[in-house]
């Protein structure tokens, strides 16, 4: 491990003994993996279970059959996903406008994202995520069966394609249960209400966060974890 990994580590009480005992695997795999060292400082703001909880999940993936191959994804032409006709019968079929605040390039561009964990016009094809204000909204601005269908889609997509996988896919959250994490008891805001006024009233997602009295992160929170 690193001098730099140690030292945080030693000053925040974290153990650094092998992630388990009697193998030759230590942290140093993890360390690698999530360049830790560069985001330390702002880690250890948020306590010791924050590490802890990056270091579990990494031992997860790093121990469990992951069900996804995105390397083999992102080779994928991601310019033939979602075609027009398709987009059409998507937005008639759950009544959303083709143009309501975002058009079929942008919604493709999320559905890409949401498939590979890569953006759509990224040459490297590597873990790339798009940052376009556009595609960080588009959480609030999808209705549950819009998503729905957009899902299906993409798993018709993979099978046109050979690949017999989820379409998306995380570890189990069980995992940091037991761990001291912010956020924890954070009250969301109400969906229904957020997407009446912004389809109602056309309301942005950053002036209806500030009319319902949250953040805009804690809408978008709001929007991906809603049932």
């Known amino acids: 491990m690193s001098e730099y990994l140690t030292s945080v580590c030693t000053r925040m009480g974290i153990s650094i003994q092998p992630v388990r005992l009697r193998t030759g695997r230590d942290k140093g795999p993890i360390e690698r993996s999530l360049r830790l060292a560069r985001f330390l400082p702002q880690i250890a703001q948020g306590g010791t279970d924050v590490l802890t909880a990056i270091c579990l999940l990494a031992e997860y993936l790093y121990e469990q059959a992951v069900p996804i191959d995105y390397a083999r994804r992102r080779t994928l032409n991601g310019n033939r996903l979602l075609p027009e006709v398709t987009w059409l019968m998507i937005c008639d ?91 924890r008891g954070l009250i969301l805001p109400d969906t229904t209400e957020a997407a009446m006024l912004m389809q109602t009233r056309r309301m942005s997602p950053t002036a209806t966060a500030r009319a319902l009295g949250t953040s805009p992160e804690c809408l978008r929170l709001a929007f991906e974890t809603r049932q």
């Open 93 to 183: 079929e759950t009544g959303m406008h083709p143009e309501d605040h975002y058009r079929l390039p942008a919604v493709r561009r999320f559905l890409y994202q949401r498939m590979t964990g890569s953006d759509l016009y990224s040459p490297s094809r590597s873990l790339n995520l798009d940052s376009s204000s556009r595609s960080q909204a588009m959480p609030v601005i999808l209705t549950a069966p819009l998503l729905d269908a957009l899902d299906r889609h993409a798993a018709d997509y993979l099978t046109l394609h050979d690949i017999t996988e989820p379409v998306t896919w995380s570890p189990p959250l069980a995992l940091v249960d037991h761990l001291d994490l912010p956020g």
